[in-house]
């Protein structure tokens, strides 16, 4: 969440143990992944972000993940205002 120097904005994405057994922990970074992909141009740039694994997010649709990740972003300045 701070502002670096280069044009694109990097992101990291963290599932600990905690979220589950491996097959679970990869599903979660797939997903966040994709739903990252598909927004990307609706993104401030020059931003570091960091997602951190809720198990919640897990046993939502795609759709209901990636509107919530969306909301989120939008709440902490991350997307762009046309």
Same mark, same amino acid.
């Given at each position: ?14 599932a600990g143990k905690k979220l589950g057994i491996a097959? *679970?922990? !990869?599903?979660?970074?797939?997903? =966040? ?5 598909? !927004? ?5 740039? !020059? ?6 694994? *809720?198990?919640? =997010? =897990? ?6 993940a990636e509107t919530e990740v969306i909301a989120l =972003?939008?709440? !902490? ?6």
């Amino acid at each position: 969440m701070a502002q670096t120097r280069e044009t694109e904005s990097q992101v990291a994405i963290v599932a600990g143990k905690k979220l589950g057994i491996a097959v *679970k922990r !990869n599903q979660f970074k797939r997903r =966040l992944r994709e739903i990252y992909r598909l !927004n990307q141009h609706t993104m401030a740039s !020059n931003m570091d972000i960091v997602f951190v694994a *809720k198990p919640s =997010l =897990l046993a939502k649709s795609f759709q209901e993940a990636e509107t919530e990740v969306i909301a989120l =972003l939008a709440r !902490n300045g991350f997307i762009k205002h046309a």
